[in-house]
């Protein structure tokens, strides 16, 4: 069964700090990845996706994620936060094969002015 | 940009009573989802819908849920007789091709 763990459950950065966030996932077979953020009061938003092809993947709001398929990881990167950043963040893989989308825990995200 | 929409944002019921969450999803998406997210919890998949069937459910959608494609526009998420433990945020879903858009949510209260 495929399921996905993200290291972080809270993390707390100061503005132009970088970002790294953690993100495995456990599946054998070929996957799709996906990061959504959710600001404070608002819904799901897809961030960035991966597919096929570069596994270098850039997202909105100066986002980006690295797939690297030997260490099943797929970890966000923001080289520069900004406390409009502040949002729980949620890596999400799903089968190739498959439909449902499998989500991590999240990690809350909480950037200090 | 398209949005998928949810109503209510937030329901509240007593236990054992019927509720019908709606969702209205993109409209030339065809594969649509319902998730549910336990308050400190993650987001759990419920059931997919396509072509006017369910095409795979979790084991936390029992005989008390059901979906629904009323007509071209609505997809309805009903629990028939609420538990306390349904209380969560309901999240509708759709797709196209890749990539699945999610609604604001409904929070459901049972109690």
């Known amino acids: 069964a495929q399921s996905v763990s993200q290291h972080n459950h809270h993390v707390i950065l100061s503005e132009a700090a970088s970002l790294e966030l953690g993100c495995n996932y456990s599946y054998g077979g070929t996957v799709n990845l996906f990061w959504y953020v959710q600001y404070p009061g608002q819904h799901l938003q897809l961030l960035l996706k991966?597919?096929?092809?570069?596994?270098l993947v850039k997202g909105i709001k100066g986002f980006e994620a690295e797939f690297i398929q030997s260490k099943f990881s797929f970890n966000l990167r923001k080289p520069s936060v900004q406390w409009s950043d502040t949002a729980e963040y949620f890596c999400a893989v799903n089968a190739d094969r498959d439909d449902k989308i499998i989500f991590g825990k999240g990690t809350r995200l909480h950037i200090l002015p | 940009e398209p949005e998928v929409t949810q109503t209510p944002s937030h329901q509240v019921t007593q236990m054992g009573q019927e509720v019908i969450l709606r969702c209205v999803p993109i409209?030339?998406?065809?594969?649509f989802y319902w998730y549910r997210q336990i308050l400190g919890q993650k987001v759990e998949f419920l059931v997919s819908f396509y072509n006017n069937e369910i095409s795979e459910k979790s084991e936390i959608f029992d005989d008390q849920f059901s979906v629904e494609r009323p007509d071209g526009s609505n997809f309805t998420l009903k629990i028939r007789s609420t538990k306390l433990e349904d209380s969560a945020m309901y999240f509708c879903?759709?797709?196209?091709?890749?990539?699945?858009?999610f609604g604001p949510g409904t929070r459901l209260t049972v109690t």
């Open positions: 879903a759709s797709r196209a091709g890749a990539g699945q858009y």
């Open positions: 409209s030339n998406h065809l594969y």
């Open positions: 991966y597919f096929s092809g570069d596994p």
